[in-house]
């Protein structure tokens, strides 16, 4: 959960990823699309948000962290993915476990502790260094098993897991302005960085009712992501986990502000252009455009639902009864539906015959994709 005191980062940072940005923008004859700066901004090695040495992950600002994700909050979470993932492994007749963007590794701890002599191999595919060598420290029990890899190999076959990954994935920004659609994107003004528009002939997925300006995001990084994984995955699964709506929802014309977020000090903000490198950028997940990334690239959706849903239907509320009071109310935040349980969604997508996973057994909105 990227629940949301500012903590500062290291200035030498943030300055040198500045001048780093401010160059690729020169280079790129003064302006660059939002895509671009996002990844710049998390991906840049050693210095973005994602590649820096910099506390990410945590319960209180007064760790240094930015914000906590559901697996930090409680392993009861990890402990509940892992009902899904056994009975993955039965119905695809699997082994391992390839998780995407694994954070402090507190996710791969939690499947790794349940699942057992269930796991074969389990592969963390992540690109930041810093994060490895504190999955590594993390997950040091479990060591035989490990590998971390920074690319998909040809073929794979496991269980595929990612939370909050997809929105982490740079978007590129649509602003509608006077009638005209626009693409935004980053020029420098002044040394600082300022938004500008250029026309595009690019545009949402469906039409947006009425003449008022709108902004909005398209996905086509996440969207790839989705068309390599189907390429690759030869027989198995795969479960993402993230905040974001279907496409009716996403692009509803009321939703007129985009949904990019920035992180920093567990707050909040709206200002990808401040605090470059100090903080995290998000935008919510269009589910539908990564479930038909998926079926044209010959994926099954085998389900989608609410993380409420999902965690109830594996079996959460009998794992939850067991805790004391505190443990229960951290709980209780993955499914409230003012906290984690409304807004954050899963989907499944399978390789190879389809099945019905136990995670969407009831609440299934497949239908509302």
């Given amino acids: 959960m990227r629940a949301v005191t500012t903590t500062t980062k290291p200035e030498s940072l943030t300055t040198?990823?500045?001048?780093?940005?401010?160059?690729?923008?020169?280079?790129?004859?003064?302006?660059?699309?939002?895509?671009?700066?996002?990844?710049?901004?998390?991906?840049?090695?050693?210095?973005?948000?994602?590649?820096?040495?910099?506390?990410?992950?945590?319960a209180m600002p007064q760790s240094g962290s930015d914000f906590v994700t559901a697996p930090e909050?409680?392993?009861?979470?990890?402990?509940?993915?892992?009902?899904?993932?056994?009975?993955?492994?039965?119905?695809?007749c699997t082994d391992e476990i390839w998780e995407f963007g694994a954070g402090s590794g507190a996710l791969a701890l939690q499947l790794l502790d349940a699942l057992g002599d269930r796991v074969r191999r389990y592969t963390i595919v992540d690109l930041s260094g810093s994060l490895r060598a504190r999955q590594q420290d993390r997950l040091?029990?479990?060591?035989?098993?490990?590998?971390?890899?920074?690319?998909?190999?040809?073929?794979?076959?496991?269980?595929?897991?990612?939370?909050?990954?997809?929105?982490?994935?740079p978007v590129r920004l649509l602003a509608r302005i006077g009638g005209t659609?626009?693409?935004?994107?980053?020029?420098?003004?002044?040394?600082?960085?300022?938004?500008?528009?250029?026309p595009t002939d690019l545009r949402p997925p469906v039409e947006i009712d009425g003449p008022h300006d709108y902004l909005t995001e398209i996905h086509p990084q996440a969207e790839g992501f989705i068309r390599t994984?189907?390429?690759?995955?030869?027989?198995?699964?795969?479960?993402?986990?993230?905040?974001?709506?279907?496409?009716?929802?996403y692009y509803h014309p009321q939703r007129h502000?985009?949904?990019?977020?920035?992180?920093?000090?567990?707050?909040?903000?709206?200002?990808?252009?401040?605090?470059?490198?100090?903080?995290?950028?998000?935008?919510?997940?269009?589910?539908?455009a990564m479930a038909l990334a998926a079926q044209e690239a010959g994926l099954h959706v085998l389900g989608y639902t609410t993380q409420a849903h999902f965690l109830i239907n594996c079996g959460l509320l009998p794992k939850m009864e067991l805790l004391p009071q505190s443990g229960r109310a951290l709980a209780a935040k993955l499914v409230m539906e003012h906290e984690m349980g409304e807004l954050f969604k899963v989907l499944a997508l399978g390789a190879g015959a389809a099945w019905e996973p136990r995670g969407f057994s009831h609440g299934d909105r497949s239908h509302r994709l």
């Avoid at 659609?181 to 250029?198: I, M």
């Avoid at 994984?229 to 929802?249: K, N, P, Q």
């Avoid at 605090?275 to 269009?286: E, F, P, S, Y």
């Fill in 73 to 92: 909050l409680t392993p009861l979470f990890g402990q509940t993915l892992a009902v899904q993932v056994d009975e993955a492994f039965t119905a695809t």
């Fill in 181 to 198: 659609w626009h693409e935004r994107g980053v020029a420098v003004h002044e040394n600082n960085f300022a938004w500008a528009d250029v």
């Fill in 16 to 58: 040198a990823l500045q001048a780093r940005i401010r160059e690729a923008i020169a280079a790129e004859g003064g302006w660059i699309g939002f895509d671009r700066f996002m990844a710049l901004a998390l991906y840049t090695p050693g210095l973005g948000y994602y590649a820096n040495e910099v506390p990410k992950f945590g």
């Fill in 229 to 249: 994984l189907a390429d690759r995955l030869v027989r198995g699964a795969a479960f993402l986990i993230d905040y974001g709506f279907g496409e009716g929802e």
């Fill in 257 to 288: 502000m985009g949904t990019v977020m920035c992180h920093q000090g567990h707050r909040a903000d709206g200002d990808p252009l401040a605090d470059v490198g100090a903080k995290d950028i998000t935008a919510h997940v269009n589910f539908t």
């Fill in 140 to 169: 040091a029990p479990h060591v035989h098993k490990l590998r971390w890899v920074d690319a998909l190999p040809e073929k794979l076959a496991g269980v595929v897991v990612g939370n909050e990954v997809l929105d982490a994935m």
